[in-house]
């Protein structure tokens, strides 16, 4: 199946309309977010382009219907799943941004570990060296393993890199904010 793009027809309001992107950190480092940033100054070009809803970068808390979002880091406790969904249930085109989004990256490093063993380990009374994990209902549970996005809903287009560059995603999104297929030539791809 081909990986969607957006209707920019010409001589329709949809070339006018600014598109709706919705943004969010899973388990992720926020890095991948740094390097949206990271475009600098083309940020002004962004927003004549796009609004943001739901976003580390604006303080919308829900995710409303969206043309596209950019999901970075990995899928590793309840409220991740929760979110993921919420994302995938209302974005035209769903973004894996980043190696943790893409692979799991560097936090599935915990996947060899039994994720029982990992909390007592990490969560110790600090007189009596016990295991105290912290159990109040309102913290989220881990996955037993952390897992790529895409092993939880579909994903339209990945970004590989720990993080993408400026450069690649100012690339990408203006294809896709453009009508077209997202191309990238080879000095904008990377994995590390
Ligand atoms: S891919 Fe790298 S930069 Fe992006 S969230 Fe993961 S660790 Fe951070």
Redesign the pocket.
Known sequence: MQAPTLDRSPDTAETTRKLRVATA?LS????????LLDIDARITELVKLVEFDRSPITDIKTCGPCDIGLV???VANSENVHVLRELRANCQILIA??????NG???AQRNHLDVGEMLEDVYRDIDEGLPCVPDDPELPLLLDRVRPVNEVVRVDYFIP????SGDTLWKYLTDLIGGRMPRLDYDLFRYD
């Open positions: 950190s992720g480092c926020f890095g991948c977010h740094m390097s970075e880091g990995a941004l980043g190696a943790c989004a893409v990256g560097l936090p890199g720990c993080p993408p």
